[in-house]
């Protein structure tokens, strides 16, 4: 990661994206900060646009080099069978990682 930057007092990397073949808009969400005024640890927790078929080796090399070892997939049932008739994959695995389904909206797209 390059530079930071100061976001109400917490520094964060400029920018926060991190590249992975494949895998739009993975991000870490370490550096915010906490309602109790503490901050999100580090290279715990990320974020990213819904993972697709077109993530490559590469990128699923990436992915094992961040450690990534949960995803919490909180899309709705209806917008994983959108995305499948689409062409984008349903629900896409990491190996070594473990997929926790746990929609915001079980139904509702």
Request: no cysteine; hydrophobic share 35%.
């Amino acid at each position: 990661m390059s530079a930071t930057k100061l976001i109400n007092g917490v520094s964060l990397p400029t920018p926060p994206f991190i590249e992975v073949d494949g895998l739009p808009n993975l991000r870490d969400l370490g550096g915010y900060a906490t309602k109790d005024g503490r901050s999100v640890r580090r290279g715990v927790v990320w974020r990213s646009a819904a993972p697709s078929k077109k993530i490559t080796d590469e990128g699923f090399k990436q992915i094992k080099e961040l450690g990534l070892t949960a995803v919490y997939d909180v899309r709705s049932t209806t917008e994983i069978e959108k995305s499948e008739k689409a062409g984008k994959g349903g629900v896409i695995e990491f190996e070594g990682a473990k997929r926790v389904f746990a929609p915001v909206f079980t139904d509702k797209d």
